[in-house]
C-alpha cells in the first residue's frame, strides 16, 4: 500500500511539474509555448509573460515586490530577450507596483487615462505595509518609485512581436479608472483583467455598472478564447463568464422581485440572500454588489 501510494505521488509530482513551469518554481504555469502565468497566492493578481523572438510581453507587474522579482527571475530563465512591454489590466496598486522593476526599458501600456487614475488611486501605505510584512519584502522592495504607463490607446491597439499577435482591449468601465484585456488569437489565450474572476465575486467600485461588465464578458467570450486568465485567480475557460453572467441574472432577478414589492434598499441588503453562490469566494462583497445592482434598477448611473 505505502509503495502503492509512493507511486501516485511521485506520478503526481510527474503530472505537476509538466503542467507547471518548468524549473520556474511552483508559483508558474505554463499555458502555451511561449506563455506563462505566475498565478498570485490567495487570491493574488496574476502576471502574464508572453516569449516571443523579438522580446517579452507582461501582463501587469506581480502584486508584491518579492512576486515581482519572481516574474524578473523567471523571465531570464526563460530567454535572454527584453522585456519590451508591460500591459496594465487595471491601473490598482496590486498589478502595477512592480513597474518599477521592469520599466525601463519596458514600456507600460494601458487604455486612456491609466496614468491620470493610478495618481489619483495611488496609497502611499500599500508600499509602506508591504515593507514591514518581513525583511525580505523590505530588500525586494529596494529602489521602489512609482512609475505610470507611459503609453496610452483609446480603443485597441495591436503589438506584433516575433511572429505573436497581442491584441490589447479596452474595457469600459469594469474594475477601475483604466481596464484592458490582452487577447492572443492564434494562441486563443485571454487575459481577461479583473472584469470577472472564477468563483469570487467582485468588489463593484461605485463608478462601474454591472451592465458595463456584462457586456464586456460578453464582448470577451465572443472572441473564441480557449484560456482565459482573469486579473485574480486560476486560468480556466469561458466559464467564469457564463457562471458570472449566471449570479448577475439572478442577483438582478431577485432585487427586481423585491423592489416590486416596495422593499427598500436596506431591505433588500438584509432580506436577500444567494445560497447558490455561498462557495464562491469575498462574500463580504454581496451588499456592495446589491448597491451597485439596485442603483441600476432604478435608472440611475
Ligand atoms: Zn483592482
Redesign the pocket.
Known amino acids: 500500500m505505502r509503495v502503492k501510494i509512493a507511486g501516485m505521488v511521485c506520478a503526481a509530482l510527474v503530472l505537476s511539474s509538466a503542467l507547471w513551469g518548468q524549473d520556474l518554481g511552483p508559483h508558474f504555469k505554463k499555458i502555451k509555448d511561449g506563455i506563462y502565468v505566475q498565478v498570485g497566492e490567495e487570491g493574488n493578481s496574476n502576471c502574464g509573460i508572453i516569449v516571443t523572438s523579438e522580446g517579452v510581453v507582461l501582463v501587469d507587474s506581480g502584486d508584491t515586490p518579492i512576486d515581482s522579482r519572481e516574474i524578473l527571475a523567471a523571465v531570464k530563465k526563460l530567454t535572454n530577450q527584453p522585456i519590451r512591454f508591460l500591459v496594465n489590466t ?1 491601473t ?1 496598486g ?2 502595477t507596483t512592480g513597474h518599477w522593476v521592469f520599466s525601463p526599458p519596458a514600456l507600460i501600456i494601458n487604455s486612456d487615462g491609466a496614468a491620470k487614475d493610478m495618481q489619483a488611486a495611488y496609497r502611499p501605505d500599500r508600499m509602506e505595509n508591504l515593507r514591514k510584512q518581513s525583511p525580505e519584502m523590505a530588500k525586494a522592495a529596494e529602489g521602489y518609485k512609482m512609475i505610470t504607463p507611459q503609453v496610452e490607446y483609446s480603443d485597441k491597439m495591436t503589438l506584433r512581436l516575433g511572429g505573436k499577435t497581442i491584441e490589447i482591449l479596452h474595457l469600459d468601465n469594469v ?2 479608472g483604466a481596464d484592458s484585456a490582452v487577447w492572443l488569437p492564434e494562441d486563443r489565450v485571454l487575459f481577461a483583467a ?1 472584469a470577472t474572476g472564477p468563483r469570487r465575486l467582485n468588489n463593484i467600485r461605485p463608478t462601474v455598472r454591472i451592465a458595463d461588465i456584462r457586456r464586456a464578458m460578453k464582448m470577451m467570450k465572443a472572441l473564441n478564447p480557449e484560456i482565459v486568465i482573469p ?1 485574480h485567480g486560476a486560468p480556466g475557460t469561458v466559464a467564469m463568464f457564463d457562471e458570472s453572467e449566471a449570479y448577475y441574472t439572478l442577483l438582478f432577478e431577485r432585487m427586481n422581485a423585491m423592489i416590486r414589492q416596495g422593499k427598500s434598499l436596506d431591505q433588500i441588503k438584509v432580506e436577500l440572500k444567494m445560497p447558490e453562490y455561498a462557495s464562491w469566494g469575498n462574500q463580504d462583497r454581496i451588499p456592495n454588489n446589491i448597491e451597485i445592482a439596485y442603483r441600476e434598477l432604478r435608472g440611475g448611473n
Do not use: K, T
Open positions: 487595471e490598482h496590486d498589478h474594475h477601475s479583473s486579473g
